[in-house]
């Protein structure tokens, strides 16, 4: 077999066989195929696409490439939880811990940031003394005495998606539903939970900037899925305007905390309600509407937040930063922007707030960054909300003073007010199951 032969198939719109993705992607991780002739066969997926078949095999064959972890030794279900990204969005924090406290399994392997959108185990880290790595011992033994475990990605999980994601992210070929789909479902695939919940945002923070490319993705990672013998289902969520009132990891942190404490914005508690609520139905607990109330019932009775502490504290963290015992070190700089009129907000741009939230110090401008746990925004207005001109629309926080500037700058750009209210958008559009 040739890798020649293979793009020159793909280019002409022909699928692959089970033999040749497997062919194409063992050599590609052995290093016996170069990146230049991958780099053509994901230009020539990019164009041609991939059928179902193609996009699953493809999967399986990058979730065999390095770890699979097996949970079976865990008492109960496990569920894990997937977002494609999003600005604001931590509802990781929120939902999983819920999930937890009502007699779920969550041993759950999370990401970093990625351009604009924040990744969970960031804002894990910004927590004092929360371990991400733990050894696998640690990491069972945790779940099996907290219900629950958040840690970073183990390093040989699916390392053909780390190759192939690298070589994507400089050959513009990261926007390929196929290629999408394949990339999150080997990952979730190898990190072995027995049910999927995945949150496939739309809008201008998302990858998917429309409610249709939304659902094809989500029903191609259902498919795959639940063709892994996974049960799996798909929420399409709004990502047009970031996610709550917080953005930034400790920022983030001490928001989701709000919400388990029975506080927070709406928005944001109902998006995690209704993801705790799915992945309830996923393993089994009760009809819809019983998981709904489960989960409400576990916000109300504190069991949720107690949940989220004892795992903070079995990992090493301060969980007194939860409680509101103790606060997060603040930024020592911040600057509020103030509305130039009067009106109400038309617009927020979702994707350049989150550029503001790197520029501030809470995203990574490069691989090597070092992100600044305390860096953020606090959002005064949202989508909707009336302003007066001078009001402050948000408070940017860095440790960065020399930040301040061009984030104002570029937030004053992000927003629009205009003269009347504008409808209010729906937080979730579909379910795909
Ligand atoms: N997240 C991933 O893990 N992979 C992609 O391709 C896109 C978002």
């Known amino acids: 077999m040739h890798m020649y032969d293979l793009i020159t198939k793909k280019k002409h719109g022909a699928a692959l066989t089970d033999e040749e993705i497997a062919f194409m992607i063992e050599g590609y991780v052995k290093g016996e195929i170069p990146d230049y002739q991958m780099s053509a066969m994901l230009m020539a997926i990019w164009f041609s696409g991939m059928t179902d078949r193609e996009t699953a095999v493809l999967t399986q064959v990058m979730a065999r490439s390095g770890d699979q972890i097996d949970l079976s030794a865990i008492a109960g279900k496990t569920v894990d939880k997937h977002s494609t990204g999003g600005v ?49 011992e640690e990491f069972f033994h945790t779940v099996e005495t907290c219900g629950i475990s958040l840690i970073g990605q183990s390093g040989n999980l699916a390392p053909a998606d780390k190759k192939l994601y690298a070589l994507r992210d400089v050959t513009a070929t990261v926007d390929s539903i196929p290629l999408i789909a394949s990339s999150i479902m080997s990952k979730k695939l190898a990190a072995g939970a027995s049910a999927i919940l995945l949150d496939v945002k739309t809008g201008s923070g998302a990858f998917m900037k429309t409610q249709e490319d939304a659902i094809r993705l989500a029903q191609t990672m259902v498919a795959i899925g639940e063709a892994a013998g996974r049960r799996t289902v798909a929420l399409i969520t709004d990502m047009d305007v970031p996610l709550g009132c917080g953005i930034g990891n400790s920022i983030e942190v001490r928001e989701s905390a709000a919400v388990l404490r ?4 709406a928005d944001l508690r109902e998006v995690s309600l209704a993801l705790a609520a799915n992945m309830l139905f ?85 691989k090597e960054s070092v992100i600044d746990p305390a860096a953020g925004l606090i959002l005064h207005r949202k989508y909707g909300d009336a302003v007066q001109a001078g009001e402050p629309l948000v408070t940017l926080c ?9 984030a104002a700058q570029r937030y004053g750009a992000a927003i629009t007010i205009g003269e009347t209210r504008p409808a209010p958008r729906p937080l979730i559009f579909a379910r795909v199951t």
């Open 88 to 136: 604001g969005d931590k509802t990781t924090l929120i939902a999983c811990p819920i999930v937890a406290a009502c007699g779920g399994k969550i041993a759950k392997m999370s990401g970093r940031g990625l351009g604009h959108t924040g990744g969970t185990v960031d804002k894990l880290a910004a927590i004092p003394g929360y371990r991400t790595e733990l050894t696998r």
């Open 262 to 265: 029975g506080e927070g914005p």
């Open 282 to 366: 996923l393993i089994g607990k009760g009809t819809p509407a019983a998981c709904r109330a489960m989960a409400e019932r576990a916000i109300a009775d504190g069991s949720a937040l107690a949940t989220l502490c004892r795992m903070v504290r079995a990992q090493g963290g301060d969980a007194r930063v939860l409680t509101g015992e103790a606060n997060f070190e603040a930024a020592p700089f911040s600057r509020e922007v103030c509305a130039p009129r009067a009106g109400f907000v038309t617009r927020m741009d979702a994707e350049a707030i989150g550029e503001v939230s790197v520029v501030l110090g809470a995203g990574r401008e490069t």
């Open 398 to 406: 860095t440790s960065r003073q020399e930040t301040l500037a061009e």
